[in-house]
């Protein structure tokens, strides 16, 4: 069993910041990329960003230069940095991984998610 924890999510004013992060824990061989979605109210789900377990990173075109994603590979954590927030950014935020749970299998993981909030 794997399990994806979000953190950090809540009510901030518009131009504000907010940091998620993300736990995974259970029986993790390893961690290959993690990352975050995105989903407002009517609307799919959809990419934010992702890190690499090698640091190699992507954005979407409409975080790009505001939104920062890290990670810590010891503590199988994920971090999203977001700053200068925007009422568009207001969203439920999941956390996903694909990661390796044995030697030879993987599979993909979602978060249970957290809500960020932005007024404007």
């Known amino acids: 069993q794997v399990q994806l924890v979000e953190s950090g999510g809540g009510l901030v004013q518009a131009g504000g910041s907010l940091r998620l992060s993300c736990v995974a824990s259970g029986s993790i061989f390893s961690i290959n990329t993690m990352g975050w979605y995105r989903q407002a109210p009517g609307k799919q789900r959809e990419f934010v960003a992702s890190?690499?377990?090698?640091?190699?990173?992507l954005f979407a075109n409409s975080v790009k230069g505001r939104f920062t994603i890290s990670s810590n590979n010891a503590k199988n954590t994920v971090y999203l940095q977001m700053n200068s927030l925007k009422s568009e950014d207001t969203a439920f935020y999941y956390c996903?991984?694909?990661?390796?749970?044995?030697?030879?299998?993987?599979?993909?993981?979602w978060g249970q998610g957290t809500q960020v909030t932005v007024s404007a």
């Open positions: 996903n991984a694909d990661l390796n749970y044995s030697a030879y299998d993987a599979s993909e993981y």
């Open positions: 890190i690499t377990s090698g640091g190699r990173t």
